[in-house]
């Protein structure tokens, strides 16, 4: 008798729990509340909201957006190396079409960690894994560049800088040609 004591008790509660539960889960409010505050350069807010968000996303908001935006607000807090887990968790479940931005900040965290022998490898996965990816090919291959250079290598900083410069017709491409130029010399 007890044990279906129990059992009526519990059936009789759970409605009121279930109600308790779901008013809890943050919505698609609480989503652009925190790009707000972002915006606004709120970054500590916006974090812990977007951390938050992380445990139950609103209906139509990806993990993987989620998991961008705490990158980036690590990163605007100067905090590289969570941004650098965050940006890399979000690449994991990022559509393709996402993914060649993400991994650019996955490879400039690499390069203000000082880490640059990684960096250069995260780098040219864009021109690897991504070479329709536009702009985000010859920025890679300016980043491979500035990391060679960095690391002592002029030679293959220079072909890196002549890769992101192509044709030479824009003003990125003008830039980077000239920086080609002036890391072979001594």
Avoid at 85 to 110: H, M, N, V
Avoid at 128 to 142: D, L
Wanted: glycine share 10%; aromatic share 12%.
């Amino acid at each position: 008798m007890g044990k279906s004591l129990v059992v009526s008790f519990l059936i009789l509660c759970m409605p009121f729990g279930l109600s308790l539960a779901s008013d809890s889960r943050l919505s698609l409010g609480d989503y652009r509340t925190a790009n707000k505050l972002f915006a606004s350069g709120q970054h500590r807010d916006a974090l812990s909201l977007y951390q938050r968000l992380l445990v139950a996303p609103p209906e139509g908001v990806p993990v993987s957006e989620l998991q961008t935006r705490i990158g980036d607000s690590w990163f605007s807090l100067g905090n590289f190396k969570n941004a650098l887990e965050a940006y890399r968790k979000a690449l994991s479940e990022q559509s393709e079409t996402d993914q060649p931005a993400t991994q650019y900040w996955i490879g400039f965290c690499c390069f203000l960690l000082g880490r640059d022998g990684e960096a250069r490898a995260e780098f040219l996965k864009i021109p690897e894994q991504f070479p329709w990816s536009g702009r985000w090919v010859s920025t890679a291959y300016y980043w491979a560049g500035r990391v060679s250079e960095r690391m002592g290598k002029p030679d293959e900083a220079a072909a890196y800088y002549r890769k992101a410069g192509g044709n030479g017709k824009t003003t990125q491409g003008k830039f980077a040609l000239k920086k080609a130029e002036a890391a072979r010399k001594p």
